[in-house]
């Protein structure tokens, strides 16, 4: 009997063999080796934070150049870095984006090019928020910094040059829920910022706390094992409760009305892909507007290499095309 419990308390390994079966273009991204770096520092956040900005500065490079503008935000928490990127046109709305992370890491700077990108193929201002990281913020900071952004720059639209009455809010990742979090939280609240017309959401985490997705993918390749998960899950949140939080656990909200149009990115061996489908088939069966892609061969985090990657370059277009269509 002892012998039958260690047999069926053992946990097989039955991922699927993800690095085997990746696009030629993710290969090259993951066989990019920049010798400069130093190994990974496991247990140390304030290390991780530099190796990720120093490791993002090569994927960065290249961007379209255009006139930027640094904004401190106050909030409730104290001020918040903005930055804000004009495009070469007649800006039509303005785009809040929330950069990745897993809650933990990630700043204006790692996320540089995603911006230009964007501001340059929406032809709409971008304006990056670069909210207060976890652990020393907890759930909800993150989304009331975000909202006190929205609300500083739509009174100050003037100042700033910015079309105020059409916005919108991006993110990938951990930013990607911080995006859809903050346009329900002000629905939810009714807190007027101009009107929301689109959500761009980029492989992120809705709220699920398992899935097919999340048990056969993910390892040391892309830094999203379970534990990996679970440890950003629990730098975020404060306790137990914060996991069913209606702007957590995003399916427990009400996505039955006025949920803003989501473009819903999916990456096919991220283990984060079904609550990117998932949202997409909740949206869909309350007749919200959505539009769902699952980009082929890629890992988690496959928007930072446009540099290399087209099809990045291709989900950052699709994304900018759906907002673009939008606008009125």
Not at 82 to 98: D, K, W
Not at 293 to 313: E, I, N, V
């Amino acid at each position: 009997m002892e012998a039958f419990h260690k047999e069926r308390v053992m946990k097989p390994e039955n991922k699927i063999p993800v690095i085997d079966l990746i696009s030629a273009q993710m290969r090259a991204v993951i066989n990019v080796h920049q010798a400069e770096l130093p190994p990974w520092p496991a247990d140390d956040i304030a290390a991780q934070r530099q190796h990720y900005t120093r490791e993002r500065q090569f994927w960065n490079a290249g961007a379209p150049q255009m006139a930027t503008r640094a904004a401190a935000v106050p909030t409730p928490y104290g001020e918040v870095a903005t930055r804000l990127y004009y495009p070469q046109h007649n800006s039509r709305a303005t785009l809040f984006y929330l950069h990745g992370g897993g809650f933990i890491l990630g700043n204006l700077d790692t996320h540089d090019r995603i911006m230009r990108l964007l501001a340059s193929y929406t032809r709409c201002t971008v304006v990056g928020i670069d909210y207060t990281l976890s652990p020393e913020a907890r759930f909800p900071q993150a989304i009331e910094e975000t909202v006190a952004a929205c609300r500083f720059f739509h009174q100050r639209a003037d100042e700033y040059a910015l079309n105020m009455a059409q916005i919108g809010f991006a993110g990938d990742s951990a930013g990607a829920m911080l995006a859809l979090a903050s346009a329900l939280w002000l629905r939810d609240k009714q807190i007027v910022c101009g009107s929301v017309v689109a959500t761009l959401l980029w492989y992120g985490l809705y709220g699920l706390q398992d899935s097919p997705s999340r048990r056969l993918f993910g390892g040391e390749w892309d830094g999203l094992t379970r534990q990996d998960l679970e440890r950003y899950e629990n730098a975020y949140l404060r306790d137990e409760l914060d996991r069913e939080s209606p702007w957590y656990c995003l399916f427990n909200n009400d996505l039955t009305r006025n949920v803003p149009p989501c473009f819903i990115a999916g990456a096919e061996f991220d283990p984060l892909l079904d609550d990117s489908r998932l949202l997409h088939q909740t949206l869909q069966a309350h007749n919200q507007p959505s539009e769902y892609r699952m980009y082929p061969g890629t890992l988690h985090a496959f928007l930072h290499y446009s540099r290399m990657m087209k099809t990045a370059d291709d989900a950052l277009q699709d994304g900018a095309r759906f907002f673009m269509a939008q606008l009125k």
